[in-house]
């Protein structure tokens, strides 16, 4: 493969300003073109590399948008305490936004939560409230459980609710799709979005269609999922998909759906490594594989995948192969073959 570059060195002249806070470096992270993931040269593939945010996902524009909201309109003020249900990039980003507003966080996670995570949170100051005891086998009403008992029990605390809160979808809207017309504009044919609480997928779209854009946005959503309709099943790749369905996504409907499996979400990430050198998250290596999966019908177009976070967050789940031989049941060998590499050359 020929690797096309048109790198030019930073003038200091074009050095960036300082920023005033962490929290003003969230949003304008880079798109960079894939040139050697798809079989074909004919998809001019982009990707929005939001591992490249403060807190290390796209997490960071909604943790910061559903606090700075609520500090602004009264519903918080300095001194309380954010309380939220979630293990993963949500809690690392709301971790940060309230150590840089002096606001307490506590964290509820479940013992399926990752230790890694945890520990970012922790370091960032958060406080972590574990619930040890699933309700009727379900850790999420648990937490939600143990988030309304922790709301109850002081006044001074606040809920941003990802799952049902639109300041959710807005930070995405004002900022991730925003930045992507900035430097595309009306070029987009179709968008890949990984999705969860659909916050990212509702306002990439409700932007578009303000605009009137061409672009078909196309919903990625794990095997196991309950949204888009989905049948509940087992899930191991953290960040995409939902055990019920939130608030934020009843009605919504998006120009397509694709489901990806947990094996090939990781095949993505082996990919994703060996044809690019891009260390991507488990849902990234699941879009770029939705992507893939289509890449015939997409000829000729220009594609943007979202890539929500970087694969640092799962050394010890997605790029450990005895992890995946353990909970996928797949060999390193099988993924590379699935991902369409060499099965040798591990
Ligand atoms: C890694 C990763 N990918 C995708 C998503 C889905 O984003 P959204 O909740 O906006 O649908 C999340 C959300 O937590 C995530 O952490």
Sequence with gaps: MN??????????????????????????????????????ADVNLIAKVEALNPGGSAKDRPARHMIERALADGRLSAGDTV??????????????????????????????????????????????????TAMDGDFLAARLDRVAELLRSSPDRFWPNQYANTDNPASHEAGTIAEIDAVLLDQIDYLFVACSSTGTARGCRDYLRAKRRKTKVIAVDAEGSTLFDGTAGPRKISGMGAGRLPELAEGQSFDGLVRVSDLACVAGCRRAVAREGFLVGGSGGGVLEAVRSMQETLRGKTVVAIIHDSGARYLGTVFDAGWVERELGASEAEVRSLAGLDPAAT
Excluded: W
């Design 3 to 40: 690797v096309q570059s048109n790198f030019k060195p930073t003038a200091i002249a074009d050095t960036p300003r300082i920023a005033d806070n962490l929290l003003d470096l969230v949003g304008q992270t880079p798109l960079v073109r894939l040139q050697g993931y798809l079989d074909t």
């Design 83 to 132: 309380v939220e249900s979630s293990s993963g990039n949500m809690g690392i980003g709301l971790a940060q936004t309230c150590a840089v507003h002096g606001l307490k966080f506590i964290c509820v996670v479940d013992p399926n939560a990752q230790a890694q995570n945890v520990a970012i949170i922790r370091a960032l100051g958060g406080e972590i409230e574990l619930v040890e």
